[in-house]
């Protein structure tokens, strides 16, 4: 009921193409659902964030989109660049009584082709 | 404004040794939480502070501790070092008491145990 599960692994897009991330979780509990950027040598990034009562949040060429009934989450990246290429991790947030803590999935390795 | 700061970046210890890493949260944060990294098992959580108290743990033997101090900078130590403690140590920092679930990272304490 931790768990957040996220696909694909890896992912190869061509300069211009949409990225698109998903992520599906089982707790209800969880209320807010970030998603962050992480290159090599550095740590993980806020890139954008959604709380279940909003079904789409974007910034930007990032949109996140949220189906509650079917927790489910996912990440578009419009218009990918190479700068984009980097590992992407959804997460959830599980609070219990004040504390925080992120669930995490496995981490999407996106790769941007020139 | 300063980011999360961590100390040291890398380090190599040997089996049976310990190990303090330490981390200076984003001025204003009172919350900080360390997270483990490892190819195997992605981003786990180890335990976060607020106000120099424990709110959360994650599963994580005892051998992993953790403080926190007034000025809310925080430690984590970990003791008797074994080879699948290899990994990258982030610690994230936040408000912890509103804006919750936004965590912001550090560049994270590469450990090696050889």
């Known amino acids: 009921q931790q768990q957040v599960k996220q696909s694909p692994q890896s992912l190869i897009v061509q300069k211009g193409g949409i990225s698109i991330i998903n992520c599906a979780y089982e707790?209800?509990?969880?209320?807010?659902f970030p998603w962050y950027q992480q290159f090599p040598g550095k740590g993980p990034a806020l890139l954008i964030a959604?709380?279940?009562?909003?079904s789409e949040k974007k910034e930007g060429r990032f949109t996140i989109s949220f189906n509650k009934s079917a927790k489910q989450f996912s990440l578009h990246i419009m218009d990918s660049q190479p700068g984009d290429s980097a590992t992407y991790f959804c997460?959830?947030?599980?609070?219990?009584?004040?504390?925080?803590?992120?669930?995490f999935g496995q981490g999407t390795r996106l790769t941007i082709n020139p | 404004k300063a980011g999360v700061t961590q100390t040291p970046r890398y380090l190599i210890k040997t089996r049976g040794q310990q190990v303090t890493l330490s981390c200076s949260p984003i001025s204003g944060h009172r919350s900080v939480s360390w997270y483990q990294q490892t190819p195997g098992q992605g981003l786990q959580f180890l335990f976060e502070y607020f106000s120099e108290t424990q709110r959360n743990k994650g599963n994580f033997p005892g051998r992993f501790s953790g403080r926190q101090f007034s000025n809310s900078r925080s430690e984590m130590n970990v003791s008797t070092l074994e080879l699948g403690d290899s990994a990258l140590y982030l610690c994230?920092?936040?408000?912890?008491?509103?804006?919750?679930?936004?965590?912001?990272f550090g560049e994270g304490s590469r450990l090696t145990v050889l």
């Open positions: 707790n209800t509990a969880f209320d807010y």
């Open positions: 997460a959830a947030l599980a609070r219990i009584q004040g504390a925080q803590k992120l669930v």
């Open positions: 959604i709380r279940p009562d909003v």
């Open positions: 994230a920092s936040s408000f912890g008491d509103r804006r919750v679930g936004e965590l912001f």
